[in-house]
């Protein structure tokens, strides 16, 4: 634990020196939150990203379902990503991405058994938790006050699904909203 702590620290000086060395008079935060998915499931859609230069930034989305505890299927996947922009603007305009999902289901099921003179029903749980790779692409566009717009796509292939319900690919997108400081 001590070995992680002073990794972690020792990697957050050298990036606090880097940055400093490197001034820069652009915003280099973007939070973004996409109102689909709250209106349209019970699901909420983040995504933070740092800018690194003027064509490139890494970032995290995040998806976490809402749902109460008597669904029978959650979902949470959060996703690290490098893009490499092609705009005009900081950061801004077409972009590519690689991903890696960090996808976690549980599925909730019943198995009924019945036989002559009996029956009987058991309640199981298959939990499972994925790591994967994709691509994906969009564009962002910064409006006054910086505002920014993402609209955005992605596929990614996941690597130890065993369950019978759970699919091998899985994506992301965002269609948001956010502001970058």
Known sequence: MKKLLLFVFTGLGI???YAQETETSERQN??????IELIAAPMINVSY???LSENSGVGVNGMFYLGTNNDDYRF???SPYYRMYFGKKYAAGFFVEGFAPI???KDT???FYAGP???SSTLREDKNTTVGIGVGFGGKWVARKNIIFEASTGIARRFGT???HDSAITGKGMLGIGYRF
Not at 30 to 35: G, N
Request: proline share 4%; no cysteine; net charge negative.
């Open 49 to 51: 990203e740092r800018l």
């Open 15 to 17: 990036f606090n020196l």
């Open 109 to 111: 099921y019943y198995d």
């Open 76 to 78: 949470t996947q959060i």
């Open 30 to 35: 973007d939070i973004m939150l996409s109102p």
């Open 103 to 105: 996808t976690m289901t």
């Open 117 to 119: 003179g009996y029956s």
């Open 162 to 164: 065993d369950s019978k």
